[in-house]
Structures are given as C-alpha cells and as structure tokens.
C-alpha cells in the first residue's frame, strides 16, 4: 500500500518540508524533480501548486494532500479536511484575504465596488463575497503583483496577508477582510474508505498535530533540594503538572516540565533563585496529547 501525498509547491514547500521534519518525517526536494524522497516506504510524495491540490485530490490523484482552507474553498472541491495545521510561510497564524485600495481611494466599505474592478487570484470565491453583500463588480484574476495593479489596472484588490506589512508598504489601505484561512490536511473520500490509508493518514494527522503543539514550546529539567521544592514548583508555569522524581542523592529531587519558550528567558533567572540547580533547557519536535 502506498499512500500519495501532495506537498504544496511554491510559498509553503519549506515550511511544510520542515513541518514534516518535525513530525519525523525525511524529505528529501531536488529542483528538476516534482517527486521528492521520503524516509518512509508507504508514502509517496509529489509536489503541486496549492492552488490546484484540492482537484488532484478530489480525483483520487493524490489520496491526501497539504493545501491551504482558501484554495479548498475556491474550488469548492468535495474533500475531507483532516486537520487545520495554523501555520504560514512567515508565521504560525491564519492568513487572510483583504479588499485593498489606495489610501487615498474613496472606498470604504465593500458596498463601494458597485461597478468597479476588481484583481484577484481568489476569482470565484471574490465573485461569491461580493455577491452575498449583494455587489456587482467585475472581478478580474491576477497572475501575482496584484498590489501593483492599483490605481492604474483596478479600483482594488483582494489579496492575502499575514502581517499587512506589504500591502502597507504599498501604500495600500485595507478596507475589509473576505477569509481567514490556514493551512489543512484533507484526503480524498475513497482513500478514507480504504482502512490502510485511513490508518496512514490518521498517523500523519496526529503526527503533524504535534509537530504543530510543539512549534513554540520547549522541555525544561533541573534539580532542587527537598528543602527548595515547593518554592521552585511556584515559579514554574507547566503544561501539565511538572514530573519530579527522586534522586539517587537523599534530599534531591530531578523536576521536569513542558513550557512556552516565550517565558523561559524570564523563568530561569527565578528558578535560579528559588534554589534550582542544573537547569537543563531542550527543544520538542512533538507534543502528541
């Protein structure tokens, strides 16, 4: 049984490759081949513009493949998402697909397209939105450099984004948001009806799970005097309650936990001085609950 699993080509192929290093996965890209290497005999690999994923999975093509809730959404492809997987080319957060203009532009609000232009490569889902505020735009696609296309080629756009950063750069004014959308496993419908790749892709959706949960966490052990304990376990913030164990050395104890590595700068300068004694701080692939 081999699995055929769609990688995303383009903005989110490193992230994702790198996702799946997490997640303990091998790949293995070359740049004259669409097929890259993985470490696993049940899986085969093969990269695909996200933009078109969610159709060679509908097909049976690919049993299962990475691809973002926006693109799922434009082709209105009859998938089953597996899991959401919140993470970016740029950051681990959902992006989202804006109507911009101009700042000096007098739309505010998207009522105000009435009979404008609008570029896009999120074409049949722009026409959709605009239809339910009950819009009639024109709504034409964009072949990338969308921001350039105002105020010259359009009266606006609908573009995604994660931090703004570019459109602001831009001189462009968001104006309202469209879709919030992340990044999603989803399978092909027969696939899941057969038990090995349901197996497999319930693996890989658990193990991707984790990969994510432990994105911005890390391990942390030490040791500590009986007498100190409760003073260090005071200052340390756990996902669970923190493990501590006995030392061979009577009146020692080892303790270890899981935190966000956002507070460890902070932390360990206190568990120092609550009586803590070789701090120990490790990265986490994984985090499987």
């Known amino acids: 049984m081999k699995l055929k699993l769609g990688l995303p080509k383009g903005s989110l192929e490193k992230a994702t490759i790198e996702l799946f290093r997490r997640a303990g996965f091998v790949i ?17 690999c093969m990269l695909i513009r996200a933009q078109e994923m969610a159709r060679y999975v509908e097909d049976g093509h690919l049993d299962c493949g990475i691809t973002g809730h926006d693109w799922v959404q434009e082709s209105e492809a009859d998938v089953e998402v597996i899991a959401d997987l919140v993470y970016a080319k740029a950051s681990f957060a959902k992006v989202r697909w804006v109507l911009a203009v101009p700042d000096a532009s007098p739309i505010t609000s998207v009522r105000d397209l009435e009979g404008k232009l609008v570029a896009t490569e999120l074409v049949d889902s722009t026409r959709r939105w605009l239809a339910d505020n009950g819009v009639t735009a024109r709504v034409e696609f964009s072949w990338g450099a969308t921001e350039a296309k105002l105020p010259e080629l359009a009266d606006a756009i609908v573009e995604v984004t994660e931090t703004g950063s570019s459109l602001r750069a831009n001189k462009l004014r968001i104006v309202d948001t469209m879709l919030e959308s992340n990044t999603q496993l989803i399978a092909n419908r027969a696939a899941l009806a057969d038990d090995g790749k349901r197996k497999k892709i319930e693996d890989i959706r658990m193990l991707l799970d984790g990969a994510i949960a432990a994105l911005d966490m890390v391990g942390l052990k030490l040791n500590v005097r009986t007498s100190d304990l409760e003073k260090v376990l005071a200052v ?39 009586g803590a004694e070789g701090i120990v701080e490790y990265p986490l692939n994984k985090i499987v609950r």
Do not use: C, M, Q
């Open 28 to 44: 293995t890209t070359t740049s004259r081949s669409y097929f890259p290497h993985v470490d696993d005999p049940e899986i085969e």
């Open 236 to 274: 340390l913030p756990a996902l669970h309650k923190p493990t501590i164990s006995s030392l061979s050395d009577e009146g020692w104890h080892a303790v270890e936990t899981i935190l966000s590595e956002k507070t460890v700068r902070e932390i360990i300068p206190r568990l120092k001085e609550a």
